[in-house]
């Protein structure tokens, strides 16, 4: 056994343990609030292909690097990690995450729910035995799982039986589940204390570096946040930003506590709301974002807060989902028409005496709050800006977001490079690039003028691209000739025919302008299947 020897500071290296957990292991931890991910302003860093590439390797046995654990107390709080939320009570041995949060967030976005916020879903695919990285708005193949039905034989089970794969693909469903649920990944535990803390700082800062990792000064700033209460708004903020959606602001938080709490729309936040209910209506709070952001970004297609038309609309989403956490198929469905119809009239805009209303055709009635939202909307300014040609460009207004939105839809890949058709990061892109996306040609000033891609020389481009790969980004063939011929305006004007058809087209069917709204026997009769 080897000998003890002590730091200057007081932690004797006998005190250091390592242990090996399974990911089962690690999720059972999470749930029951034994994981602790200290509130600070980071976001969650990893990309889709970072989240991919880490089931990758737990499928090919790969090393996934050693988590860095803090062992201490902890207080009963909120406790978010990846899409998981829930309120915990205080634990004496819990592990703060010191270093291993984009693993273990990754972990708990994939396994734990099937919400993944606005990152890509990732699925095993059964026949290339791969994991892959999955559209947000398209239902994927039959024989590709959703990661989290792996983390539970139970759900596994009536995954296959649901679906009648071949006895091939049960076999590898079963063996792929078994190596994810009992892949162990090393841990140093290190006692947390008021003594220690210099320590932890010491050893996280040798362990990172790497561009991705914390600052060593951010150690002590995340460990020392939570064993204090921060500010509520703050502190939402900060959980969602582990979502990929972005940073909302401070006002679209003060507005959703509004909304949840069962306050008038015109009030203020501070004159309304007791110190003593601020825990309980925060958590509400928190727990609907979450689900107001899915469905942003999974059922609406905004791939950022950026790019979200009116932001005011949040406050509205966040009481439907408090009240309503489990929307019914066909409500998400309506609840999108809503969404595209406020947007296009210009409802969704800030204004007190309109959001009033909103909150108040929300209640306990599933179907009749949906019906009743549905029924405050314009229809006819909805079918003028249908109608509407390509707005000139300003990525301010709410039109320009919407046809920001409209193009994101059409999943662009990469143009240029190796990575040359596969699928953009839009998200990744709109948060660290400024100005994205950027004008290839200087036409009229319209969306026609710009690609949803990284900034690149128009002599990078080559002929011959794949069909897919131009159809995800409007373009075809001559398109791409006139682009790379420095015909500028046969491009732009080309363009801008095409995109017009296909914006109108798309919002016409996203808005639902052609379909009926109320269909309350059928729904009555889901609802009394799901009951049964």
Not at 99 to 125: C, K, N, V, W
Not at 135 to 142: C, E, I, L
Not at 143 to 155: G, I, K, N, Q, R
Not at 208 to 220: K, M
């Amino acid at each position: 056994m080897s000998s003890t020897n002590r730091t200057a500071d007081g932690l004797s290296t006998s005190a250091l343990e390592t242990k090996t957990h399974s990911v089962a292991k690690l999720l059972e931890f999470i749930r029951a609030g034994k994981v602790r991910i200290p509130y600070f302003q980071r976001r969650f860093r990893w990309h889709d292909e970072d989240r991919r590439l880490l089931f990758d390797s737990l499928q090919k046995g790969f090393p996934v690097g050693t988590l860095l654990l803090a062992q201490g107390a902890a207080p009963a709080e909120r406790v978010v990690l990846g899409g998981f939320t829930a309120d915990v009570g205080e634990v004496n041995d819990a592990l703060w995450v010191v270093d291993g949060q984009q693993r273990l967030s990754t972990l708990a976005m994939a396994l734990i729910d099937e919400h993944s916020g606005a990152y890509r879903p990732i699925y095993f695919d059964l026949e290339a035995n791969a994991f892959v990285l999955g559209a947000r708005r398209r239902a994927p193949p039959p024989h590709w799982v959703p990661t989290h039905v792996l983390a539970s034989s139970a759900l596994l089970n009536k995954w296959l039986r649901e679906r009648a794969l071949p006895d091939e693909f049960s076999d590898r469903a079963d063996q792929i589940a078994g190596q994810l649920r009992e892949y162990l990944l090393p841990a140093y535990i290190v006692p947390f204390n008021d003594k220690t803390e210099d320590v932890v700082k010491v050893m996280f800062a040798r362990m990172n570096r790497n561009s991705r990792a914390l600052r060593t000064d951010e150690v002590f700033e995340a460990l020392h946040a939570t064993r204090e209460e921060g500010k509520p708004i703050e502190r939402v903020r900060a959980e969602l930003t582990q979502m990929g959606f972005g940073e909302l602001e401070g006002k679209q938080i003060e507005r959703a506590a509004l909304a949840v709490a069962g306050k008038p729309s015109s009030a203020k936040l501070v004159d309304v709301l007791s110190a003593a209910e601020v825990p309980a209506v925060f958590s509400r709070v928190s727990q609907a974002l979450v689900r107001t952001v899915e469905f942003l970004a999974r059922d609406c297609g905004v791939p950022h807060v950026d790019w979200l038309p009116y932001g005011n609309v949040v406050s509205t989403l966040a009481k439907l989902f408090d009240a309503h956490p489990k929307l019914h198929d066909r409500n998400r469905a309506l609840m999108v028409r809503w969404f595209w119809r406020g947007n296009l009239s210009g409802d969704h805009r800030l204004d007190y005496k309109t959001d009033q209303p909103k909150w108040q055709a929300i209640d306990d009635d599933q179907h009749g709050t949906i019906q009743r939202l549905l029924k405050l909307g314009n229809r006819a300014d909805v079918d003028e800006a249908l109608a509407a040609p390509l707005q000139p460009f300003n990525r301010r207004t709410a039109r320009t977001k919407i046809e920001l939105v409209a193009l994101a839809a059409l999943e662009p890949r990469w143009l240029t490079g190796e990575d040359r058709g596969e699928p953009l990061e839009l998200g990744t892109l709109i948060e660290k690039q400024d100005h994205f996306p950027g004008a290839v040609v200087q036409g009229k000033g319209t969306i026609a003028d710009y690609l949803l891609h990284p900034k690149f020389d128009v002599g990078e481009l080559s002929a011959g691209q794949n069909a897919a790969t131009l159809e995800s980004h409007c373009l075809d063939d001559a398109m791409l000739a006139a682009l790379i011929a420095g015909h500028s305006e046969a491009f732009e004007a080309c363009r801008a025919r095409a995109l017009t058809r296909y914006v109108q087209t798309t919002l016409r069917a996203w808005a639902g302008v052609d379909d009926a709204d109320h269909d309350r026997p059928p729904l009555d009769a889901y609802f009394d299947e799901e009951s049964a």
